[in-house]
C-alpha cells in the first residue's frame, strides 16, 4: 500500500514550478507509505511521477518506485496489492523473463510490458496504478474493478495531474477553490461523495472498473469490469459448497505479505467469518483488534473477546470513551480526505492495531453488501412496490411534494418524495439510505455554493444487470454505498496512520463466484448462505441480532463540541435534524475550513 501522484504535460512548461508541486504533493502522501520515497521525471522533462512506499511485499529498497524496466521504456507508480502476483510472475518466467525484485511491481511493470491495457483483466487484488510509455509517449492509468483503492485527477488544457488522495493535488495548487454544486447535493442526500465527482469541480475521480490513456493532452476513458449477476440453476448443498470454496480463495490470497497480517474483529458475523476461514486457510498465531465503548447497546467488545478466545488469537482491546474520543478528533478531522459520515471508527481502530506494531489487517467489510445482511434488501423492495402503486394515483405527484416538506421525520419526508417522480429501485433505495429530501439537499448546496443547484431527479448511476429485486439492492449497496462511502473512508483513515486495509470479501473472484448463486439463495435474511458456509461461526455470533459497528458519537461530542453542533442545528432547512443530518454538516464545514 502506498501513495501516488503524477503530472503529465502536453508541451514543456514552468520546470521548476512542476518540481515543486509534485514534491507537495509527494509530501502530502507520506502518511500513505512511510518507509520510503522516490521522485521521477522523464527524459523529455513532460512527464513526472511520485512514490510513498508502504513495505509489505520484498521489504529491501529493490521496492522502491517509481520502478522502471531495464531499457527504460516504461515506468510504474503503484499503490495496492496483487494477489496473484505470484501466478502471474510463473507465467512471465516461462516465458523468459527475469525479475530483479520480489514485489508484485515489478510483475505489473513486465506484464505490461507483454500485454498492455488488457493487462488489468488479469489482475486480481487492490490497485490505482500509472505506467508511463516513454516510446509510444503515452500514459496508462487503471482502477481496480471494485474501488477499493482510490485515484483522482486534474485535467487542464496542457496537462494531467493524479494522485492518491484529493487533498495531495490541493497541496500542490492544482485545483482551484470551486465546489461542485451537483455533488455537494449529492453528500447531502447520502452522507459521502460519489465517484467521479469530488466536492471540488476541477477534479474526478477515476471510477472503479476503469483505465485512463493520455496521450498528446487527450484522454480516453474505458471501463474493463462491471457488477453482473448471472444466476445458474443450482441447490442450496451446492451454493453453500461454492460460496465456502470462493471464501477460501479469497482469504488465502489476502494473506499474501511479507510482514504479520492482523484481523479487525467486530463481534459481528463477517469479521468472525474472516477470522476463522484464516484459520481454516492454515493461519495461526494471529492477532485481532477490536473497540469496546461505554454505551452497553452499541459494545460488542464482549462477544469479540469471546470469539478471539475461542479461536485462539492474540487479542488486543482499546476502550474507547467520550475523553479518548475527544483526544483523537482533531487527528481524525485533519485526516479527512473529502468529508463523510462515517470513518471516525476505522481510524481509530487504525491506529491502535499500527501502535500494536500491525502493518496490515483484514476487515470484514463486503460481507452485508454481498451476503443481504442490511435491512435494505427487506424493505426497499417493498417501498419501491409501494410506490408504483400510489404514483399513478391522480394528484399524487403534488401530494407527494406536500408531505416530503412537512412531514415531521426524515426519514418519511424522504419517503414521501418518491411520488413525486416515476418509481424505481434506485430512487427507492436512495430514499432508505438518505440523509437529507433532495429539496433540502438542494437548498444547502446551494447556501455553500452561493449559487442556483438543479433539484430534478438524478439519472440511476449504477447498471444492474439482474431481474430480481435483491440482486438489484446487493448491486445498488456494493455499487453506491460499499464504493462511495465504506471503501472510501477505510481507505483513507487506515492510511492516515501508514496500515494496509485488505477486504477479502471484497474481492472480484469471490464476486464473480457467488454472483452465479440466485439471489433466493444468496440473499436469505441473516445473511443465511455466509453461515452456512462459515460453519465455525459460534452461536454467539450467528444467532446475535445485527447492530453494526457504531459509536456513540452524540454523547461523546456533547461537551466539547455541543456548541459547533448547536450553531449547525440553528442553520438546517429542517426544524427537528437528526444526529446523521447534524453529522453530515459538521463534517462538511470542517473539510471547508482546509480548502
Same mark, same amino acid.
Given at each position: ?8 504535460t502536453?508541451?514543456?512548461?514552468g ?17 500513505r507509505?512511510?518507509d ?6 522523464s527524459?523529455?522533462?513532460?512527464v ?13 529498497p ?6 522502471l ?6 515506468c510504474i507508480?503503484?499503490?495496492g496489492?496483487i494477489y ?10 516461462r516465458g ?8 508484485d ?6 506484464l ?10 488479469r ?7 500509472a505506467?508511463?510509455?516513454a ?5 496508462f492509468?487503471a482502477?481496480?474493478?471494485?474501488g477499493?483503492?482510490?485515484l ?33 447535493r ?8 460519489a465517484e467521479p465527482?469530488?466536492?471540488?469541480k ?9 483505465t485512463?490513456?493520455w496521450?498528446g ?10 457488477f453482473?449477476f448471472?444466476?445458474a440453476d443450482?441447490?442450496?448443498e451446492a451454493?453453500?459448497s461454492?460460496t ?10 489476502h ?5 504479520p497480517?492482523g ?11 474472516v ?14 483488534f ?14 469479540a ?10 487479542h ?9 474520543m475527544?483526544?483523537?478528533f ?5 485526516s479527512?480526505?473529502?468529508p463523510s ?12 492495531a ?11 467489510l463486503?460481507?452485508?453488501?454481498l ?6 434488501f427487506q ?9 408504483r ?5 391522480? %394528484? ?5 411534494? $406536500?408531505?416530503?416538506?412537512? +412531514?415531521?421525520? #426524515?426519514?418519511? !419526508?424522504?419517503a =414521501?418524495? &418518491?411520488l413525486r417522480?416515476?418509481?424505481?429501485m434506485?430512487?427507492?433505495?436512495r430514499?432508505f439510505?438518505?440523509?437529507f429530501?433532495a ?6 448546496a446551494a447556501?455553500?455554493t452561493g ?16 431481474a430480481?429485486?435483491?440482486d ?6 456494493l455499487?453506491l ?10 481507505d ?5 496512520? %501508514?496500515?494496509?486495509l485488505?477486504?477479502? $470479501?471484497?474481492?472480484r473472484? +469471490?464476486?464473480? #463466484?457467488?454472483? !452465479?448463486?440466485? =439471489?433466493? &439463495? ?14 465455525e461461526?459460534?452461536?454467539w455470533?450467528?444467532q ?5 459497528f457504531?459509536?456513540p458519537?452524540e454523547?461523546?461530542?456533547a ?10 442545528a ?5 426544524a427537528?435534524p ?15 475550513e482546509?480548502?
Open positions: 500500500m502506498c501513495g501516488i501522484a503524477g503530472i503529465l502536453h508541451r514543456q512548461a520546470e521548476a514550478r512542476l518540481d515543486e508541486a509534485l514534491a507537495k504533493m509527494q509530501e502530502a502522501l507520506r502518511r507509505g512511510p520510503d520515497a522516490g521522485l521521477w521525471h527524459k523529455c522533462k513532460r513526472r511521477l511520485a512514490h510513498t512506499r508502504l513495505a509489505i511485499l520484498d521489504l529491501t529493490a521496492g522502491h518506485q517509481p520502478m524496466t531495464a531499457d527504460g521504456r516504461h507508480v503503484f499503490n496489492e496473484n502476483f505470484m501466478e502471474l510472475r510463473a507465467e512471465l518466467e523468459g523473463v527475469v525479475f530483479q525484485t520480489r514485489t511491481t515489478e510483475v505489473l511493470l513486465r505490461y510490458e507483454r500485454d498492455g491495457s488488457a493487462m488489468v483483466e489482475l486480481r487484488g487492490m490497485f490505482a496504478l505506467v508511463w510509455d516510446q509510444e509517449q503515452r500514459a492509468l482502477r481496480d474493478p471494485l477499493i483503492k482510490p483522482y485527477y486534474v485535467q487542464q488544457e496542457c496537462m494531467l495531474a493524479f494522485a492518491s488522495e484529493v487533498r495531495a493535488l490541493q497541496k500542490a495548487g492544482l485545483t482551484g477553490h470551486e465546489l461542485d454544486g451537483g455533488a455537494l449529492r453528500y447531502f442526500e447520502s452522507g459521502s461523495v465527482q469530488t466536492l471540488l476541477n477534479v474526478r475521480s477515476l471510477p472503479a472498473g476503469h485512463l490513456t496521450a493532452g487527450h484522454t480516453e476513458m474505458r471501463p474493463f469490469w462491471r453482473r448471472d444466476a443450482m441447490g442450496a451454493a453453500v461454492l465456502r470454496d470462493a471464501l477460501l480463495d479469497s482469504v488465502r490470497h494473506f499474501v505479505s511479507d510482514v497480517v484481523v479487525f474483529l467486530s463481534g459481528g458475523i463477517d469479521s468472525t467469518a477470522l476463522a476461514l484464516s484459520i481454516a486457510a492454515g493461519q495461526r498465531d494471529l492477532e485481532t477490536s473497540i469496546g465503548v461505554d454505551d452497553a447497546g452499541l459494545d460488542e467488545s464482549s462477544a473477546a469471546r470469539t478471539a478466545a475461542h479461536f485462539g488469537t492474540r488486543h482491546e482499546l476502550r474507547l470513551d467520550a475523553a479518548a475527544s483526544a483523537s482533531p487527528a481524525f478531522l485533519a479527512v480526505d473529502q459520515i462515517d470513518g471516525f471508527n476505522t481510524f481509530t481502530v487504525a491506529a491502535f499500527r501502535a500494536q506494531g500491525m502493518k496490515v489487517v483484514l476487515s470484514g463486503g460481507g452485508d453488501e451476503f443481504g445482511g442490511y435491512p435494505s424493505r426497499v423492495p417493498r417501498l419501491a412496490r409501494l410506490v402503486r400510489l404514483h399513478p394515483v391522480p %394528484g399524487m405527484p403534488l401530494c407527494g411534494a $406536500l408531505l416530503e416538506r412537512w +412531514l415531521p421525520r #426524515a426519514p418519511w !419526508r424522504r =414521501a418524495g &418518491l417522480h416515476p418509481p424505481s434506485t430512487r427507492a433505495w430514499a439510505r438518505g440523509v429530501t429539496p433540502e439537499a438542494c437548498a444547502l447556501r455553500y449559487g442556483a443547484v438543479e433539484t430534478g431527479p438524478k439519472p440511476d448511476d449504477v447498471e444492474i444487470s439482474s430480481d429485486e435483491r438489484q439492492i446487493s448491486a445498488l449497496e455499487g454505498y460499499m464504493r462511495n462511502q465504506l471503501l472510501k473512508d477505510s483513507v483513515m487506515s492510511m492516515a496512520h %501508514g496500515l494496509e485488505r477486504v477479502p $470479501l471484497v474481492d473472484c +469471490l464476486f464473480e #463466484a457467488v454472483a !452465479r448463486i440466485p =439471489a433466493a &439463495l444468496r440473499l436469505q435474511p441473516g445473511k443465511r448462505l455466509l453461515v452456512d458456509a462459515v460453519p461461526i459460534p452461536r455470533i450467528s446475535a441480532p445485527k447492530r453494526g457504531l459509536f458519537y454523547k461523546w461530542l461537551s466539547e463540541w455541543g456548541g459547533a453542533f448547536q450553531e449547525v440553528a442553520r438546517l432547512p429542517v427537528t437528526s444526529w446523521y443530518q447534524l453529522w453530515s454538516v459538521f463534517m462538511l464545514e470542517r473539510w471547508l482546509r480548502v
